[in-house]
């Protein structure tokens, strides 16, 4: 896990283990408020760790910003704290998570230990908190899945986004046209930082032209997927056909696992729109 300061008392936490899944944390002398958890009990107790010194009140607060299992499956080692949520997120959890974290067992040993802890404090669109001298607003993301949040930290303008925000826009389980505006949205709120579900945080330099780019890239893919298929081009060959670098984004970021998101993006176009044509 690595540890970076974004401003006073504002840290992220990478994990050096999964996809470089990012936690976050606000410190206040009123107590600690946590974002997303990293998946596997080892960097998720360095950062507890770290954190449980930092304040005097502890960690009080966890937030999911979505129900996906690198960002969720540490919320049990937060003994002390509530773990807040979009109502979405804990139906979700509730529904599916005993199933998928066993099927998590089996292929991770790494996560033996983990026990499921739903989401405790649920709210349906925006939530605030008055902590210290810190306002943190919780508010939708939707579009890299349905029951996404983002927290923003007031007065520094940071944006912890969860996954509505990574390397390359992912939308295998969500929404193309939502995380476009999501993405625009986004855009508008004039941010100094954003800390991405994966990967490097975003500098003020550098968010107009990554936002922009994400949505062109949602464009692109449904464009080329729309005409592959006018010629009748199968499943397979048009998942292999359209390279990453075609629709303006390089293979690098993340080691290289851009490579398999954008093949998920792809055959997610494509079931959308041959589920229409049906
Ligand atoms: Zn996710």
């Known amino acids: 896990m690595r540890k970076e300061r974004v401003t006073e008392n504002v840290y992220v936490f990478t994990s050096e283990a999964y996809a470089q899944v990012t936690a976050g ?12 958890t990293l998946p596997f009990p080892r960097e998720t107790r360095e950062m507890i760790d770290f954190l449980r010194g930092e304040s005097k009140r502890g960690i009080r607060y966890v937030i999911n910003t979505h129900h996906h299992a690198d960002h969720v499956y540490g919320n049990y080692l937060f003994e002390e704290a509530d773990i807040v949520a979009s109502e979405r997120c804990r139906e979700v959890m509730r529904k599916s998570g005993e199933k998928n974290l066993a099927e ?8 033996a230990e983990v026990q499921l802890r739903l989401p405790n404090v649920t709210f349906p669109d925006k939530m605030m908190f008055h902590l210290g001298e810190r306002i943190v607003r919780l ?7 349905a ?24 939308i295998f389980w969500g ?27 975003l500098l003020k330099g550098e968010i107009d032209e990554t936002l922009d780019a994400g949505v062109a890239y949602l464009d692109a893919i449904y464009e080329k997927v729309k005409v ?51």
Do not use: W
Request: glycine share 8%; proline share 3%; hydrophobic share 40%.
């Open 228 to 278: 592959k298929l006018q010629s009748r081009t199968s499943k397979e060959r048009l998942v292999n056909d359209i390279s990453l670098e075609s629709c303006g984004f390089s293979s690098i970021a993340l080691d290289g696992l851009v490579k398999q998101l954008h093949r998920s993006n792809l055959l997610r176009v494509y079931q959308t729109l041959t589920a229409k044509a049906r």
């Open 104 to 111: 998590a067992k089996a292929q991770t040993p790494e996560l």
């Open 25 to 36: 944390a606000i410190v206040t002398n009123e107590g600690t408020l946590v974002v997303d």
């Open 139 to 145: 508010l939708p993301l939707n579009g890299h899945t």
């Open 175 to 201: 929404d193309r046209v939502t995380l476009q505006e999501t993405l625009k949205m986004i855009k508008e709120m004039n941010l100094e930082n954003i800390v991405q579900g994966h990967g490097e945080v």
């Open 147 to 170: 029951d996404g949040i983002g927290v923003y930290l007031e007065g520094d303008k940071i944006l912890f986004a969860g996954d509505a925000v990574m390397p390359l826009p992912y």
